[in-house]
């Protein structure tokens, strides 16, 4: 069974940063692309990055593009997400995926998430 935990949200200022991490089990996590995804209150699901398997390709929305960066350590079943320069409309719950743009939405299976503020 997928098991997704996401950790690292938190209160940030515009501008400011943050590092969220995914801690993956269940599933042989190497074999699979991951993505991160977001939902802002009263929006839907808004894809936001993925990377696959041996993080040689990488995609991002052009909402966060130069922003953020995501990142994986296969050693550790880890995915990561550096978001840099945040904005207000950043705020929103952020989930990890397994997931990879040219599979079916909304993705199958996802964390609890975790929730980003970013205001003054």
């Known amino acids: 069974e997928v098991h997704l935990v996401e950790s690292g949200g938190g209160l940030v200022q515009p501008g400011g940063s943050l590092r969220l991490s995914c801690a993956a089990s269940?599933?042989?996590?190497?074999?699979?692309?991951m993505s991160w995804v977001r939902q802002a209150p009263g929006k839907g699901l808004e894809w936001v990055s993925s990377?696959?398997?041996?993080?040689?390709?990488?995609r991002y929305a052009d909402s966060v593009k130069g922003r953020f960066t995501i990142s994986r350590d296969n050693a550790k079943n880890k995915l990561y997400v550096q978001m840099n320069s945040l904005k207000p409309e950043d705020t929103a719950v952020y989930y990890c995926?397994?997931?990879?743009?040219?599979?079916?939405?909304?993705?199958?299976?996802r964390g609890q998430g975790t929730q980003v503020t970013v205001s003054s």
């Open positions: 990377i696959n398997t041996d993080s040689s390709s990488i």
């Open positions: 269940g599933f042989t996590f190497h074999n699979y692309a």
């Open positions: 995926a397994v997931w990879w743009p040219d599979s079916a939405w909304p993705p199958a299976d």
